[in-house]
């Protein structure tokens, strides 16, 4: 059987760039995933892997104009974009290296042996080791940071697992031209290079998860490429963790007193982060409460003219261009859904923003209207018109779980301690794993407080993808039980060689 081929296309035209590679076969998938299992060893050398994940840092920067240029050229999404999507990459190398260094993420705990403790405790060492080999399946929209080199990979490396990725079909020719990259900072750091391998193809990513040497894997996208990924990962015959993330609504609350309050300024904030990379965000507010009356009514009139004068934007590929205006005409086609500015069809390869408004009654309605509660991957929002709080939470408890949830409050109200706007905290916190006050969702700032992740089918664990705790996904923990120290590993020995940071629970005197 010939090989199938993986071209780059050009979303802004949707031509065959060039011939990157061809997809994977099974044994080929084979071969990659048993040479990185033969790499784990490699990766123990902590010293060795922090300086892995500077060297991949600095030749991804150095390749900048040569690494921005594939993106643009396989994504639309533009030099500006792209140039802080790289320099967020490379500082979530230099993070992951910083955390491998310092050594906290192995949360290394010791109980002292306590023989009058009732009942009587041993000498307990516990830490964590990395599972194996990591499967990551890279994103569509983000073809650096949660991609190739992006966020999944870096805290797999940090923890000590090889990683092969399974490329996105959006962006090849980057894909691989990253994993040379890396690659290269492998050997660099006196690895073997194995460490990091790409496949091409469906199917491998489909032999990639069933593969027995296969430990764990990351995944951001879709929620029916996602959940079909989760379970194969569980019907293995040892199934496997399996981190994704899958779609999110991202809801916005506004209330009557930040309408009345500034109802502009929301409606501009709204259409930045709407329209933001062309809709293309994980965080895309994707469903709005806005009050009824003349408050809302001057929010969504402001909102009309930002949107009105938005530029057509290219997706990042036709496949979901027409995916977005097929979503877009089902959505308009309800009774009681009006479109104050169409979404949809902006030419032959770009789409218009815009946003639709339906009455919280006809939402709460359920049946056909189902289908508003589900992400709509592109710049279009739905605008839901409340009559009360009451109707309102009713509408929250209508929703699946997310990435994020918003509230958009008066100024008293922000400052006002516990009442109304705290029992909306409490309510949406219930909803999402970031929750925000007066901002927008868009931009997941990389810090060790982040978390990017949020109950099903925002993500399939509780875990994060962004931030200094990513790196707990590929980790497991291991006590061990009155073992001499001599034949305990270097970081649990009573004289700590390695000067690592640990909590010890003493004896009772």
Known sequence: ???????????????????????????????????????????????????????????????????????????????????????????????????????????????????????????????????????????????????????????????????????????????????SLLRRAAVAAGLPAEVVAVVHGFDAGLELIRHPLVSAAGFTGSIRGGRALFDAAAARPVPIPFHGELGSLNPVVVTPAAAAERAEE????????????????????????????ADGDRLTGALTKALGETEPGVLLDHRMRENFISGVRERSALPGVAAPVTPGSGGEHTVGAGYLTVSAGSLLEGGAYEVLLEECFGPVTVVVRYADQGEAGSVLGRLPGNLSATLQLSAAEADGGPGPAAELIARVTALAGRILVNGWPTGVAVAPAQHHGGPYPAA???????????????????????????????????????????????AAP
Not at 268 to 292: D, H, I, N, S, Y
Not at 462 to 485: C, F, K, N
Request: net charge negative; proline share 8%.
């Open 1 to 179: 059987m010939a090989a199938t081929p993986v071209w780059s296309v050009d979303p802004r035209t949707g031509k065959q760039r060039e011939q990157v590679a061809v997809e994977a076969t099974s044994g080929e998938v084979d071969q990659a995933v048993r040479a990185a299992h033969a790499a784990r060893g490699a990766l123990a050398d902590r010293t060795a892997r922090a300086a892995f994940l500077r060297a991949a840092a600095e030749l991804l920067d150095g390749a900048a104009a040569h690494v921005i240029e594939a993106a643009d050229a396989e994504t639309a999404l533009g030099p500006g974009r792209l140039t802080g999507e790289l320099a967020r990459t490379t500082g979530q190398l230099r993070a992951f290296a910083d955390a491998v260094d310092e050594g906290s993420y192995l949360d290394i705990r010791i109980d002292r042996a306590d023989a009058g403790a009732v009942p009587p405790r041993p000498e307990l060492r516990r830490y964590k080791v990395p599972l194996g080999v990591v499967a990551v399946y890279a994103a569509s929209n983000f073809p650096l940071a949660f991609s190739v080199p992006g966020g999944d990979t870096a805290s797999a490396l940090a923890a000590g697992c090889p990683v092969v990725v399974k490329a996105h079909p959006d962006h090849p020719a980057t894909s691989e031209l990253c994993a």
């Open 266 to 293: 929301i409606a501009a904030g709204l259409a930045g982060a709407v329209t933001l990379g062309v809709g293309q965000f994980c965080v895309k507010p994707g469903l709005v409460l806005v009050p009824e009356g």
């Open 460 to 506: 399939t664990s509780h875990s994060t993808s962004v931030g200094g705790t990513a790196i707990e996904r590929w980790l497991r923990p291991v006590v061990y039980q009155s073992v001499p120290d001599p034949l305990l590993p270097a970081e649990l020995r009573e004289a700590n060689p390695l000067g690592l940071p640990r909590r010890v629970t003493p």
